[in-house]
């Protein structure tokens, strides 16, 4: 999980704080697979589940470290719909690239700021993600294996206007931030 930050313009013109994603940390994703087969190379996927995850924010002040490290844990509902684009049957190993949108409602976002946490910004609930990938399909003697590879960029900002108590500078450091995802999935059908 990552987000795609773009730095307050005013950061540009002052010394005021630079945000960055300098961290990655995995997480999991548990899915249920829904698939209708219009056509010979065509299927529509619903995959609803749940995803866990935490994203690590930072801010630098004249390239030192400012402060502590803001951590952001997600725990997201998601309502994917998905068109799986399928190529030929080679023995038993099939290619396909996949699109589409995903709906994801964060159930570990805050509503207010926690004074037990140094946590100053804060993410919205809901947002849509438009989501591109590719695989391959293993045709195994009992179950088939998709082994998946998708990028997951949210539409929307995610970041909430308001400031903590005190602590303004860091949402005005932030003029754009967007939820990113990288996945890989390994479907057993």
């Known amino acids: 999980m990552d987000f795609k930050i773009t730095p307050s ?10 945000p960055e994603v300098s961290k990655l940390n995995p ?11 219009p056509a010979k190379y065509l299927d529509i996927r619903f995959l ?25 844990e997600s725990s997201f509902l998601e309502f994917p719909l998905l068109l799986k684009l399928k190529g030929d049957r080679l023995n038993n190993v099939r290619p396909y690239v996949i699109g589409g949108i995903n709906y994801r409602y964060d159930l570990a976002a805050k509503k207010e700021f926690d004074d037990a946490k ?4 804060r993410i919205k609930k809901p947002d849509l993600y438009y989501e591109l990938g590719g695989g391959l399909d293993f045709y195994l003697p ?3 294996l998709s082994v998946e590879l998708k990028m997951s960029n949210g539409i929307g900002d995610v970041l909430i206007r308001e400031y903590a108590p005190g602590h303004r500078e860091y949402v005005n450091a932030i003029e754009k931030m967007k ?7 390994f479907h057993f059908e």
């Open 179 to 185: 939820s990113q995802i990288w996945i890989l999935a």
């Open 9 to 18: 313009q005013t950061y540009l013109a002052s010394d005021s704080l630079y």
């Open 118 to 121: 140094p946590v100053y910004i």
């Open 48 to 72: 609803p589940g749940v995803s866990f995850g935490q994203r690590t924010v930072r801010f630098y002040k004249n390239k030192v470290l400012y402060n502590d490290q803001q951590e952001l």
């Open 142 to 144: 009992y179950f088939k």
């Open 27 to 37: 997480g999991i994703n548990i899915q249920i697979i829904t698939d209708l087969r």
